[in-house]
């Protein structure tokens, strides 16, 4: 026994290659071809046999035989003219050969559907033991794909754990952070029944007490509190008036908040409603904003009145939403201030964006917000904290809807990737806000048995007995869309509990879009090709040639923050994308995607896009595959994003372009559509 190695070539006297797409779509014309190379040192006359098998058009030729005059160590192609017809498998037998020797090569290429899912929702939410949904399939769909889903639950708050286990074990220590764990362990016991029973916070009880009782070390002279040091000069007019609603959510978990403390707060909080004692960099959307807040934490202490708020429901229009949804608050709990409350609810209604299943709050900034710890989910948050104040209230109810659980849905997916938010207030106006929620809507511990119909049909059942049961799907595999179908999806309910659903019908149009379709993402797709050293922007029917480059440009444009996002761009059959991260790639034809903008591209429409793994709100996440090249986000704020790959065109032919989409992927009804196109490759 022994190591050793040993070098073999083997010489081939005829290769016999494929030369074609990767993939086509059904209704394409292309052209198939088969490489034959001479691997002698005399010429030969090689016969070769093209056979083709599978979803071909009437009109397509299914077998050629040439006869190829080869060169020493040259090669020739031979081609097969091909029309797809319906999806399948094309396979191809190719032989070639002489007296002397042959070859013979066995190729299968997919025909892909043409089919683009469309997809539609209805989320709701019932105590009642029975609710339906009428469901309608339009007339022109094809009937291979689609369907019915139905989606239940017996909560909307999940995997929440995650952000107690964060503040838990947070590592810092200003007063801002301390009175956040101290929020957060008493909303750890009040959401206990939504949590794993592995996720302990030993001192969960007695650790907001703790807390409140460092108050004074952090409590400045003139009542107002600070971050570190007990100082008139450092103190934080925001700061004093979160700690006084902080003061306030832990006295309703039965916490005792220190009396002398709470009375100088309130006492600085008052001053700084009646004086203008804000730092002189404070514009007036952040002044009213902090005074907005601070007259919450002082109407649930009944030290507001009615013309209290009057004076300052003039300055709403420049609070932010977080100060609206904190006068709100305020409103709420005044006597005689219902006109304020419901002018203002309708204020910040006014700035939702709203899908089949998400309610989002959405307005403009400049960076000096940042100073009171200011981000759009915190002022999500509030508002949520906000609209449910309103619930005892009957005709107000009416105004706030469905709104407040679409919300919850919104602020729980918001965490992206991450098991927590993003920092200590938006962890803390989160719990808040779920805790708000859950004392009114989900008060109850759920035992109830669920059975879904579709018509009179029962499609499955499920039973559910604890707020931490998983959500099941129901699913008639058997059903297919039928065009104009019209049907019933219900849901019956015995027993206590809250149930929630979602309803999604999804189906594929017969007939291309000749519209973009914007249900909650904007997107659209640019072909350009680069010749004479400059990109052209091309325009459909796209006309190349093989071995040309090509760069697809990809712009996405969201209205509101968008969670867990795909862009999957359908790449037509004549190209081929050049993936950067392989070695066999060309780096010099992958570098072509560095952005050179073609004149006339939509990337001339904004200023402000975001690129692809710029930072990690972004997509930062790519498959480049033969049939698709696919894009991920987890979380994408409210902006435009520009995406590019480049590809080659590798096979002659007529191939369609399928629309661009994007979706969420958890909220499939949140989506974009571009326009189909026809890209027709020439010989070089």
């Not at 004692?277 to 007036?284: D, L």
């Not at 027993?495 to 019908?505: H, N």
Request: with cysteine; glycine share 8%.
């Amino acid at each position: 026994m022994g190591l050793g190695d040993i070098g073999i070539k083997v010489n081939q006297p005829t290769e016999l290659r494929p030369v074609m797409p990767n993939q086509v779509t059904e209704g394409d014309t292309f052209v198939a071809g088969f490489s034959v190379m001479n691997r002698t040192e005399s010429a030969r006359t090689v016969t070769v046999e093209i056979k083709a098998v599978g979803p071909l058009a009437p009109a397509s030729k299914a077998r050629t035989e040439v006869q190829v005059l080869l060169e020493p160590y040259k090669r020739k192609t031979v081609w097969l003219p091909v029309k797809t017809k319906g999806p399948g498998e094309i396979g191809f037998l190719a032989t070639a050969g002489d007296t002397f020797d042959g070859d013979a090569v066995e190729h299968h290429i997919p025909v892909n559907r043409r089919r683009s899912l469309v997809t539609a929702a209805n989320y709701g939410t019932t105590t009642r033991s029975r609710v339906s949904d009428a469901v309608a399939f339009p007339e022109d769909i094809h009937t291979d794909v689609g369907g019915i889903r139905v989606v239940t639950s017996p909560t909307v708050i999940g995997n929440v754990d995650g952000a107690f286990a964060y503040i838990r074990d947070y590592p810092y220590a200003c007063w801002e952070q301390i009175l956040t764990k101290a929020v957060m362990a008493s909303h750890y016991n009040n959401l206990r029944a939504y949590l794993p029973d592995d996720l302990t916070w030993e001192n969960s009880t007695s650790l907001p007490q703790e807390m409140l009782d460092r108050a004074a070390s952090f409590q400045a002279a003139n009542g107002g509190m600070t971050y570190w040091l007990p100082d008139n000069r450092y103190v934080s007019p925001y700061l004093s008036a979160y700690t006084a609603l902080a003061f306030n959510w832990l006295r309703n978990s039965g916490y005792h908040v220190p009396d002398e403390v709470e009375g100088k707060l309130h006492d600085c909080l008052t001053n700084m409603l009646r004086r203008d004692v804000m730092p002189t960099f404070f514009s007036k959307g952040m002044a009213s904003s902090v005074r907005a807040v601070a007259l919450a934490a002082l109407a649930n202490n009944g030290k507001v009145d009615r013309t209290d708020l009057l004076r300052y429901e003039p300055h709403l229009p420049e609070m932010d939403l977080f100060g609206k949804a904190h006068f709100l608050q305020a409103a709420s709990r005044v006597t005689g201030a219902r006109p304020s409350a419901v002018q203002t609810a309708k204020l910040i209604l006014s700035h939702a964006s709203q899908s089949g299943g998400k309610f989002q709050f959405n307005e403009p900034w400049d960076d000096s917000y940042s100073y009171i710890l200011a981000t759009p989910l915190r002022s999500n948050c509030a508002i949520l904290s906000g609209l449910m104040a309103l619930t005892t209230d009957t005709e107000m109810l009416a105004l706030v809807g469905d709104v407040p659980f679409k919300q919850v849905r919104a602020i729980t997916q918001s965490r992206g990737n991450r098991n927590h938010w993003e920092n200590t207030q938006e962890n803390v106006f989160c719990m808040n806000a779920i805790t708000d929620y859950a004392r009114v809507y989900e008060n109850e511990t759920p035992d109830m048995t669920v059975k879904a119909f579709l018509g009179d049909r029962p499609i499955g059942e499920t039973r559910y007995t604890d707020l931490r049961d998983e959500a099941v799907v129901f699913e008639d595999k058997q059903l297919k869309a039928v065009p104009g179908m019209k049907t019933d999806v219900t849901l019956t309910k015995k027993g206590p509990g809250r149930l929630y659903y979602a309803t999604r019908v999804s189906y594929a149009p017969t007939a291309d879009s000749a519209q973009r379709i914007n249900s909650g993402i904007e997107i659209r797709r640019e072909y350009s090709v680069e010749r004479n050293g400059s990109w052209t922007l091309l325009t459909s029917p796209m006309h190349i040639r093989r071995g040309e480059l090509i760069r697809v440009d990809i712009y996405v444009s969201l209205p509101t923050l968008r969670h867990f996002v795909v862009v999957d761009d359908p790449v037509p059959g004549g190209l081929e994308p050049v993936n950067q991260d392989l070695t066999t790639a060309s780096v010099e034809d992958a570098d072509k995607g560095k952005f050179k903008a073609a004149d006339g591209a939509f990337w001339f429409s904004y200023s402000d896009w975001s690129y692809y793994g710029v930072y990690g709100y972004s997509f930062y996440h790519k498959e480049p595959r033969h049939h698709a090249a696919r894009f991920y986000a987890d979380y994408l704020p409210a902006g435009n994003y520009h995406l590019s790959y480049t590809a080659q065109a590798i096979a002659e032919g007529e191939f369609s372009v399928m629309p661009t989409h994007a979706e969420e992927m958890y909220d499939p009804d949140v989506f974009g559509k571009g326009l189909p196109g026809i890209l027709k490759v020439a010989e070089p």
